[in-house]
C-alpha cells in the first residue's frame, strides 16, 4: 500500500513539473529592453521548396554599451542557431513540427562576445537549422528568440519584431 502511495505522489510531482515547465514555454517572450532587435526575411514571397534567408537588425537603444554573443558576419553560427534562434509561427501558433538539423552551441569565451556601442547598430545574416522548404502553402512569420547573457540567467531572454512571409505554389 505505502509502494504505491509513493508511485501516485511521484507520478503526481512529475505531472505537476511537466505541466509547470509547458506553461512557462507558452509565456510570451518580452521585447528585448536595451536592444531593438528586428528581422527581415528575403524574399518575403517565395515557393514551396525554397528555403528564405534572414537578415537580423540590433540596435544599442540605451545609454550604455551591451554585451551581445557575437555572430556578426556568419561567426559561429552553432552560437546563432542557439541564443539568436529563429522561431516561425502560422495562425499565432508556434510551429513546432519542422525538420530541424542539430545544432548545438560549442564553449563559449570571452572572444566570442563584443559590445555594442551606446545607439550604434549591427546587422548580420541569420541562418536557422530548420528545413522550411517543405511549409505547405500559407502565410508564416517569424521572430528570433535572443539569449543576451548566456552567462547571466537574471538577464531574460527576449524577442526580436516579427516578419512576415508567404509560401506559394
Known sequence: MKDSRKSVLVAASIAAMVVAAAAQER????????IDASIRVVP???????????????RNASKN????????DGR?????????????????????DVPRAISDPGP??????FELAAGAAV?????????????PVGHYSAYVRITVDPFDSKIPKCRS??????VGK
Open 65 to 72: 554599451p551591451v554585451r551581445l554573443v557575437n555572430i556578426r
Open 108 to 113: 563559449l569565451d570571452a572572444a566570442d562576445f
Open 161 to 166: 519584431s516579427r516578419t512576415a512571409f508567404t
Open 27 to 34: 509565456k510570451p517572450l518580452p521585447a528585448c529592453r536595451d
Open 76 to 96: 559561429r553560427q552553432d552560437l546563432a542557431h542557439s541564443y539568436y534562434e529563429i522561431l516561425f509561427e502560422r495562425n499565432g501558433r508556434e510551429l513546432k
Open 123 to 135: 546587422e548580420t545574416p541569420l541562418t536557422t537549422p530548420a528545413d522550411l522548404t517543405r511549409l
Open 44 to 58: 518575403a514571397a517565395l515557393r514551396t521548396g525554397t528555403q528564405p534567408r534572414f537578415t537580423l537588425v540590433l
